[in-house]
């Protein structure tokens, strides 16, 4: 299931508008949604575009209407150039009703310091087994069975916190 052109392109301008703004970033690498059809990472784009409209206003960046930034940033986005000198770019968010910009962020990691080899070499033959495992049973790739492993491990070495009196639930 290829991406048809148009949405490969709307992907990678939503990157290089994340790139440049701050974020919210894509929580995968580029080749992860690839894999998708068109239909699927269209709603993904728009849910991600309403996270960056949500943020700009959090950051004080827009007064606007939350909605109405997602929507003009998911039409706008086709146009977005990474090409474009800084101050071009600047000039496309100001016309979305951005009045400033995060400062840029430390660049991502790209695909290749992603890759399951990297992010494997440091686990034992059990944990591999069990990410193969995990791979097979979510019908997931080998860097998003080992992100998930990884999270699980994070999470299962946490100390838990309390809960709060008002949060408990009665019973």
């Excluded at 269209?42 to 996270?51: D, H, K, L, P, V």
């Excluded at 940033?73 to 000198?85: C, E, K, S, V, Y």
């Excluded at 069990?130 to 790739?141: K, N, P, S, V, Y």
Aim: aromatic letters at 10%; hydrophobic letters at 40%.
């Amino acid at each position: 299931m290829a991406l048809s052109i148009d949405v490969h392109h709307l992907l990678l301008a939503y990157d290089g508008l994340t790139n440049f703004t701050g974020g919210p970033d894509l929580p995968w690498v580029l080749e992860t949604y690839e894999q998708l059809d068109d239909c699927t990472l269209r709603n993904m784009i728009w849910a991600f575009s309403y996270a960056w409209a949500a943020g700009q206003r959090a950051a004080g960046y827009y007064h606007g209407n939350v909605e109405c930034l997602a929507q003009s940033l998911f039409a706008a986005l086709p146009t977005w150039d990474n090409a474009l000198p800084r101050e071009s770019k600047q000039i496309w968010l100001h016309r979305l009703g951005i009045d400033a910009i995060l400062p840029e962020p430390e660049p991502r990691p790209t695909a290749p310091e992603c890759s399951s080899a990297a992010n494997r070499s440091d686990l034992g033959c059990t944990d591999r087994t069990a990410i193969e495992d995990m791979a097979t049973f979510f019908r997931l790739g080998i860097p998003e069975s080992t992100l998930l492993y990884r999270l699980g491990q994070a999470l299962s070495q946490a100390t838990p916190m309390p809960v709060p009196a008002e949060f408990r639930l009665n019973g």
